[in-house]
C-alpha cells in the first residue's frame, strides 16, 4: 500500500485505539461506525497484519498494533503541528501593507498606529504615502486610505474616523510686534500663512454668533506641509489656521496662541477607506481600531487645552 493511501487509515487506526471503540472513534471521527471499520479493515489487508483484536467489550492492540500505534501518534502529532503551522500564517499577515495619509494625520496619529500595529502583526511592512490629495486605492495599489472632506462615490468600505477642526494661532513674538486681531476684518489686515487647500475663500464658523462664515485671507507665505506650517508660525512669519489637536502641544507651552479663540475653521470629516468586499483582513481592521483610538487621544486632549 502506498504512502498517500496509508495515511488517512493510520490517523483512523491511532483514534480507534485510544478509544478502543469502533463507535467512540466513529463519534470523535464524525464517521459511521461502519465507515471507520471498513477503513481498518482496509489498512489491515494493505498491510498483512492484524492490528486489532476485536472482542464484545470493544477492541485490543496486537503486539504489531502496539507498535504501529506509537508510529501513528507521531504522525498526528506531525500532522496537528502542520495544521497549526498553516493556521499561524493565516493569521500572521505579512508583506506589503499601503496607506495613504493626509499630511497631518502621520505624526500624531498614524505612525503610532503603525508602531503598535508591526509589534502585533511583525511580518507585514508598512508603506505610508503622505498626500493632501485622493487617490484610488486601486489605481494606486493601496490596501487603506485615511481621507477628509466628502466621500466620492465608489465602492470602497469607508468608516468614519471622526471631525477635525481648525483654529487660527500665532507666536507671541507676532503677536507682540502685529498686535492681537479682534475680529475678522483685523484679521484680513495681518500676515496669513496658507496652504494649498486654505487658499480663497475660507469657511469657518464663529461660535459667539454659533453661526457659518466666509472670508477671504490673503496670504503672506505658504506651505503644502502643516508640520511646516506650524514651524513657520512658532518662527513668528505670521498666523496660521492649524488643525486644534496638532496646535494643542504648543498652545501648551505657551509657544503658540489662540487667535480668535471663537473662531474655527470648517470641520473635516475624515474617514477610513480599503477596498475589501466581505471580511477584511485583520491587520486592516485592527488599524483602523489603532487610528480611531490615537484619533480620540489627540483630539480629546486638544479639546481640554481649548
Not at 459511521?32 to 498483512?48: D, F, H, T, W, Y
Not at 496537528?80 to 498553516?86: E, L, Q, T
Request: aromatic share 8%; proline share 5%.
Amino acid at each position: 500500500m502506498n504512502t498517500i493511501k496509508l495515511a488517512p487509515l493510520l490517523l483512523i487506526f491511532s483514534e480507534v485505539a485510544k478509544q478502543q471503540s469502533f463507535t467512540q472513534a466513529a463519534k470523535k471521527l464524525n464517521m459511521s461506525k461502519s465507515a471507520v471499520s471498513q477503513q481498518i479493515k482496509r489498512l489491515e489487508e494493505g498491510l498483512e497484519l492484524q492490528l486489532l483484536a476485536r472482542n464484545t467489550r470493544g477492541v485490543k492492540l496486537t503486539p504489531i498494533g502496539e507498535t504501529l500505534l506509537a508510529r501513528s501518534e507521531l504522525l498526528t502529532e506531525q500532522l496537528a503541528n502542520a495544521v497549526h503551522d498553516i493556521n499561524q500564517v493565516k493569521e500572521q499577515p505579512s508583506g506589503a501593507f499601503k496607506v495613504s495619509v493626509p499630511p497631518f494625520f502621520e505624526r500624531n496619529i498614524v505612525i503610532p498606529a503603525l508602531q503598535q500595529l508591526c509589534l502585533e502583526f511583525p511580518l507585514i511592512k508598512p508603506e505610508l504615502v503622505v498626500t493632501g490629495k485622493w487617490q484610488d486605492l486601486i489605481e494606486h495599489n493601496l490596501d487603506a486610505a485615511i481621507f477628509g472632506g466628502n466621500l466620492k462615490d465608489s465602492n470602497y468600505k469607508a468608516q468614519s474616523i471622526g471631525k477635525v477642526s481648525d483654529v487660527f494661532c500665532a507666536s507671541p513674538n507676532y503677536i507682540q510686534k502685529a498686535g492681537m486681531p479682534e475680529n475678522l476684518a483685523a484679521l484680513q489686515q495681518s500676515k496669513f500663512i496658507a496652504t494649498p487647500w486654505q487658499q480663497g475663500s475660507l469657511k469657518l464658523f464663529d461660535g459667539a454668533k454659533n453661526e457659518e462664515c466666509e472670508i477671504n485671507l490673503p496670504h503672506a507665505a505658504q506651505t503644502n506641509s502643516v508640520s511646516t506650517l506650524v514651524d513657520m508660525a512658532l518662527g513668528h512669519m505670521g498666523i496660521a489656521l492649524i488643525p486644534e489637536f496638532i496646535a494643542h502641544k504648543e498652545l501648551s507651552r505657551g509657544h503658540l496662541l489662540r487667535v480668535l479663540p471663537k473662531i474655527h475653521g470648517k470641520a473635516w470629516h475624515f474617514y477610513y477607506l480599503h477596498r475589501y468586499q466581505g471580511n477584511k483582513p485583520v491587520h486592516v481592521q485592527r488599524f483602523y481600531q489603532l487610528i480611531r483610538h490615537y484619533f480620540v487621544n489627540a483630539n480629546s486632549v486638544g479639546a481640554e487645552q481649548g
